[in-house]
């Protein structure tokens, strides 16, 4: 299934948020509110890429933080956040990729510690969507 797309294409990062699977899952994560969350996430003014599994299970929720053109120029690769549950690593997502991005700025410390290295399993599955 392609993923559902949301902002101006082109314009700064790019996220792609995991949510047919565990992420998402009220179920898993019932003291989240997960509707709000993508609210929070595309109203940073960038695309929002909404996927059904990115088989990071162990991971949940999985956000990534994929670099602006210039951000690619620079170097960065996509980002990938394990753990984004609370409204605050909702919305330090949300200032980072209105600051710029990876490449551009350096994320905020507390989503540093939220960073993990996908399998090369994980990073074909965000490519082929």
Do not use: I
């Not at 996430?41 to 909404?50: I, K």
């Amino acid at each position: 299934m392609s993923p559902r797309r949301q902002g101006p294409a082109g314009a700064g990062p790019t996220l792609t948020v995991c949510r047919g699977c565990c992420c998402g899952s009220v179920g898993k994560h019932p003291g989240t509110d997960h509707d709000s969350q993508l609210a929070t996430l595309r109203a940073a003014g960038t695309r929002v890429r909404v996927t059904d599994c990115l088989d990071a299970c162990e991971h949940s929720n999985v956000v990534v933080v994929s670099p602006s053109s210039d951000g690619r120029r620079a170097g960065a690769r996509p980002v990938w956040l394990s753990g984004v549950l609370r409204e605050d690593d909702t919305e330090a997502v949300g200032a980072w990729v209105r600051a710029g991005g990876p490449g551009v700025v350096a994320p905020p410390g507390m989503l540093d510690l939220l960073t993990f290295t996908p399998s090369r399993r994980q990073r074909r599955e965000l490519a082929d969507d």
